[in-house]
């Protein structure tokens, strides 16, 4: 079984930058998929970003050109590099492993963006 872990969370203000960062442990097969999520209150959960094994990378429209996900293979961790942020960036952030069809999930991290 995955266990995910999450970091990097906090408060920032318009326009700054944070980076989260996510660490699995248990067996990870190069066939797998990790990734972003988030929540923002009152709404679904939506896709961030996902990368697979070989750095193929698929991001929300509302994120390209500001977030940049990166995965470190030998340390089974992957990472958002969120810049320019803005107020509906708030949510909380969870961190995915989808493997052999299955998704695992962090607990999540919050992210508030505000002045």
């Known amino acids: 079984q995955v266990q995910l872990v999450e970091s990097g969370g906090g408060l920032v203000q318009p326009g700054g930058s944070l980076r989260l960062s996510c660490a699995a442990s248990?067996?990870?097969?190069?066939?797998?998929?990790m990734g972003w999520y988030r929540q923002a209150p009152g709404k679904e959960r939506e896709l961030v970003a996902d990368i697979t094994w070989g750095g193929i990378t698929n991001y929300a429209d509302s994120v390209k050109g500001r977030f940049t996900i990166s995965r470190d293979n030998a340390k089974n961790t992957v990472s958002l590099q969120m810049n320019s942020l803005k107020p509906e960036d708030t949510a909380m952030y969870y961190c995915?492993?989808?493997?052999?069809?299955?998704?695992?999930w962090g607990k999540g991290t919050l992210v508030t963006v505000s002045s």
């Open positions: 995915y492993l989808r493997s052999l069809g299955t998704d695992n």
């Open positions: 248990g067996t990870i097969f190069s066939t797998d998929v």
